[in-house]
T-cell receptor, first 111, second 116 residues
């Protein structure tokens, strides 16, 4: 069953702008992960944030986690056309690699 | 380093026919996962192997789906017989596999199945 729910489900921005997407989930988690999927390609792991962490950075990516609200956000700064993809959040409730994925955010970056 | 390899990339069959998908994980990865991804949805776990042992197959429809990972390396997922609703992308992923710990999953490109 799907655990996370991303918002907005579709986002269109100009190159250079920032893109922010949110994920809400229902049950307690051990960690939350974000993945990217380009058209016709497999998923690529972007970043993992543990339940005792509040914010994490990786390059142009910034992830926050609010366990009291059961939500996470992914910020992509200075977006590029190559960032056009679907972005999925995935929760790991037991810390045992059993991931529950959301439906995904479709992000289009216009050059 | 080679990534997760899946074949075929595309498969079109008629309903009631059997079909099989093959996955070769990243060398040295002990844990292997099969996911199903419907259009516009996120992946859903079908089965997870640690070496040759299926440790989580609760989401696998066992009446028509089967999987094996005999030598703890590559794996095959089979559907027999296929139904129209099985049309989807079947993704394979692997991870190093530290029992009880979280590690990054690496996904293959998937096999897109169309059942007519």
């Amino acid at each position: 069953s799907q655990q996370g729910e991303e918002d907005p489900q579709a986002l269109s921005i100009q190159e250079g702008e920032n893109a922010t997407m949110n994920c809400s989930y229902k049950t307690s988690i051990n960690n939350l992960q974000w993945y990217r999927q380009n058209s016709g390609r497999g998923l690529v792991h972007l970043i993992l944030i543990r339940s005792n962490e509040r914010e994490k950075h990786s390059g142009r990516l910034r992830v926050t986690l609010d366990t009291s609200k059961k939500s996470s956000s992914l910020l992509i700064t200075a977006s590029r056309a190559a960032d056009t993809a679907s972005y999925f959040c995935a929760t790991d409730a037991g810390g045992n690699n059993r991931l529950a994925f959301g439906k995904g955010n479709q992000v289009v970056v216009i050059p | 380093e080679a990534g997760v390899v899946q074949s075929p990339r595309y498969k079109i069959i008629e309903k009631k026919q059997p079909v099989a998908f093959w996955c070769n994980p990243i060398s040295g990865h002990n844990t292997l996962y099969w996911y199903l991804q419907n259009l516009g949805q996120g992946p859903e776990l079908l089965i997870r192997y640690e070496n040759e042992e299926a440790v989580d197959d609760s989401q696998l429809p066992k009446d028509r789906f089967s999987a094996e990972r005999l030598k703890g390396v590559d794996s095959t997922l089979k559907i027999q017989p296929a139904e129209l609703g099985d049309s989807a992308v079947y993704l394979c992923a692997s991870s190093l596999g530290y029992r009880g710990l979280t590690d990054t999953q690496y996904f293959g490109p998937g096999t897109r199945l169309t059942v007519l």
